[in-house]
């Protein structure tokens, strides 16, 4: 297992690149999509060649991670853009927050199960492959709008505040 778990990594991003928030959020949703992929694979393959070390870096990432990716986005990013959000997207992208904390714990599940060397539920794998199908839709959805009008309406001033706010979450 010390094996797998060695294999089983995929680096957080690092706090430099913070002095470009928009962007750093950009590379944590390139990132997140590597990490969709070890959860499919996971989904696929519970009990395959390294599941048990994917399964655990991905209980990683669905537990502190990606709650503070959120919390990013629904407390500093989402209020700054807020008056410019013309379509009315930032309320339909937080209601998919809240299902992916919905979805998350089935997931979770599994993952523990998969990480302990045991077999999921037989309902893991539907509840995995959705949740990472879903957070795809919504990762291609934030980088298509919400990041090019964050590069199109954020001033000097909001990213430096944007920025130190991420700085001080992760601290």
Request: no cysteine.
């Amino acid at each position: 297992m010390a094996s797998d778990l060695a294999r089983a990594r995929v680096a957080p991003l690092q706090a430099l690149l913070l002095d470009d928030p928009v962007g750093f959020l950009s590379a944590e949703h390139a990132r997140q999509t590597v990490l969709l992929g070890h959860l499919e694979r996971v989904a696929r393959a519970p009990l395959g060649r390294a599941a048990r070390g994917l399964a655990a870096m991905l209980l990683d990432w669905l537990a502190a991670e990606l709650p503070l990716h959120i919390e990013d986005e629904e407390r500093s990013l989402h209020p700054r853009l807020a008056a410019h959000d013309t379509t009315g997207l930032l309320p339909g992208l937080q209601a998919q927050h809240r299902e992916d904390r919905r979805d998350i714990r089935a997931v979770q599940d599994g993952l523990r199960r998969a990480a302990d060397g045991e077999a999921p539920d037989p309902g893991f794998a539907a509840a995995a492959l959705a949740f990472a199908a879903g957070h795809r839709r919504h990762l291609a959805l934030e980088e298509s709008a919400v990041m090019p009008l964050a590069r199109r309406v954020l001033t000097p001033e909001a990213l430096a505040a944007l920025a130190d706010e991420m700085a001080r979450r992760r601290s």
